[in-house]
């Protein structure tokens, strides 16, 4: 195998929630780009089915799969699906997310549990689906998106800290338990990136010369720029790595 075979998607495919729009569409077209067939999901139908359209249209082999990743008889209805179509999932990336800013004091249980369920819960359901069909056949990733919040903590956004502090637990105890099984699991810690979940934060002249100062590379990632880790991760090129978390931040975690 050459080094750029080593990174060679052809013939896998990966499943990426939360594709619609932002990073996982940014890491799904990488994969495609590399070779794979997608399915991508995000909650709305229409949005769901015209980003797929659209990855079709730039020559990718894309399934739409319109659901909601908090919902376990969804979860599962999809992978009964995928399994009568024929369509085994190599690759699974575990990207979507929400986030919700007020001071905990004022948090309400609902939105604390929307956020645990929406960020942390969709990656145990997800992945308890795919792994079952993964460790029979002997091999498969996992790939879950943390953040810096997996490390460090912010305040008005805890519950999304405590959501991505547990995936990086989560990455581990699914490397543990299917590493054995010729499976892969780990993580990939994304800094401030550009995309709609940062809207609020981006348009704040404080808040944006606050992460330009504060990341050594002095800008905002683009959502692209995950997609070198994204697939090294999902290909052989990461087939002795299992239960890490590696940060793309512009090495923001790293200074004080
Ligand atoms: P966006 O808000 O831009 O996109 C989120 C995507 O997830 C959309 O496709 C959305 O589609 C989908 N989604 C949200 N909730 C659900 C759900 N319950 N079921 C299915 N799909 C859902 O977010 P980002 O691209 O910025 O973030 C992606 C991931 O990266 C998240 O896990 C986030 O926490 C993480 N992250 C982001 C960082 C950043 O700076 N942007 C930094 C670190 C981590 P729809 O709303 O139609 O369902």
């Not at 980003?51 to 730039?58: F, G, I, K, T």
């Not at 704040?204 to 991760?233: I, M, N």
Request: aromatic share 6%.
């Amino acid at each position: 195998m050459t080094t750029k075979n080593l990174f060679d998607l052809t013939g896998r495919t990966a499943l990426i929630t939360g594709s619609t729009r932002g990073l996982g569409r940014a890491i799904a077209l990488g994969l495609g780009a590399a070779g794979a067939a997608l399915v991508i999901n995000g909650r709305d139908p229409e949005k769901t089915r015209a980003a797929a359209q659209d990855m079709r249209d730039a020559g990718l082999t894309v399934r739409a799969a319109a659901f909601d990743v908090t919902d376990e008889a969804a979860v599962e209805a999809l992978f009964r699906d995928l399994d009568a179509e024929g369509i085994e999932i190599d690759i699974l990336v575990n990207n979507a997310g929400i986030q919700h800013r007020q001071p905990m004091v004022e948090l309400s249980l609902a939105d604390w549990q929307r956020v645990i369920d929406t960020n942390l819960t969709s990656a145990f359901l997800m992945g308890r689906e795919a792994a079952r069909r993964m460790i029979p056949r002997g091999h498969g990733k996992v790939i879950n998106i943390g953040s810096l919040t997996s490390e460090l903590a912010r305040a008005t956004v805890i519950p999304y800290t405590v959501a991505k502090g547990g995936i990086r637990l989560l990455t581990k105890g699914m490397a543990a338990e299917w590493t054995p099984h010729g499976i892969q699991a780990n993580a990939i810690g994304p800094g401030y990136m550009l995309t709609e979940m940062n809207a609020a934060l981006t348009s704040d002249p404080q808040f944006d010369a606050w992460v330009k100062g504060r990341t050594p590379a002095g800008r905002w990632g683009r959502p692209d720029e995950l997609v070198g880790t994204a697939v090294y991760l999902a290909s052989d090129a990461s087939s002795y790595v299992s239960g890490q978390l590696i940060f793309v931040d512009g090495g923001m975690i790293s200074v004080l």
